[in-house]
């Protein structure tokens, strides 16, 4: 009687490798796999890079005296005003962005040893970037402001007088923007390795 079995390529049988290739498969998600050195080099820099970011914007504060004129008559008066990050809502968003890049990292470095959570990191990874990527913009654009002003709403520059805390903001932004580009290069390589190791390619 001819056999109703159909075999595969190679001539075994296709359900079975199949079979198998699933349940190995399965078998395989929640062991540990071996520690890359080169990912958790990576991930060390990110999070260490994002706590700096935080903390150098949420400690920044500079008390500077402008010279306000009340009447032309009357000598101006020396008001001392108080620049801090907190009075910026871009400002606010950079130090939340990078907090929550920051947590995520320390996260990922306890869970980057189990196999199954691989994918999951990788969307974070992805979150992170995105949430980064638009933190640094709004930060650098209020900067930016702040540094030139703009003419055609007259609103005027003012890291003249606040020179410091601009300089520490804008070092904030930079340090940012290289924690953000490090998860970027993550993801590639992650990335890559996975498409090494598919068993499809």
């Known amino acids: 009687m001819e056999s109703r079995v159909k075999t595969g390529f190679n001539g075994v049988n296709g359900a079975s490798?199949?079979?198998r290739g699933y349940m190995g498969g399965a078998a395989a998600v929640g062991r540990k796999t071996p520690v890359d050195g080169c990912s958790v080099v990576l991930r060390v820099f990110i999070l260490a890079a994002t706590l700096?970011?935080?903390?150098?914007m949420g400690v920044d504060r500079q008390t500077s005296t402008v010279q306000a004129t009340i009447a032309d008559a009357l000598?101006?008066?020396?008001?001392p005003v108080t620049a801090k990050?907190?009075?910026?809502?871009?400002f606010v968003y950079f130090v939340v962005?990078?907090?929550?890049a920051c947590a995520f990292?320390?996260?990922s470095l306890a869970a980057c040893r189990s196999r199954s959570a691989v994918v999951p990191l990788m969307i974070g990874d992805l979150v992170m970037l995105a949430l980064l990527f638009s933190a640094v913009g709004a930060a650098?654009?209020?900067?930016?402001l702040g540094e030139r002003g703009n003419s055609h709403v007259r609103w005027g520059k003012v890291c003249h007088v606040y020179n410091k805390f601009c300089e520490r903001a804008m070092a904030a932004v930079i340090v940012s923007l290289i924690a953000s580009f490090t998860i970027l290069v993550h993801l590639m390589l992650a990335?890559?390795?996975?498409?090494?190791?598919?068993s499809y390619y």
């Open 191 to 198: 990335m890559l390795d996975i498409h090494k190791n598919s």
């Open 97 to 100: 962005a990078n907090a929550m």
């Open 17 to 19: 490798d199949s079979r």
């Open 75 to 79: 000598p101006p008066l020396k008001v």
């Open 105 to 107: 990292s320390a996260v």
């Open 52 to 56: 700096v970011a935080a903390v150098l």
């Open 85 to 90: 990050w907190s009075y910026s809502s871009a």
């Open 140 to 144: 650098a654009e209020f900067g930016i």
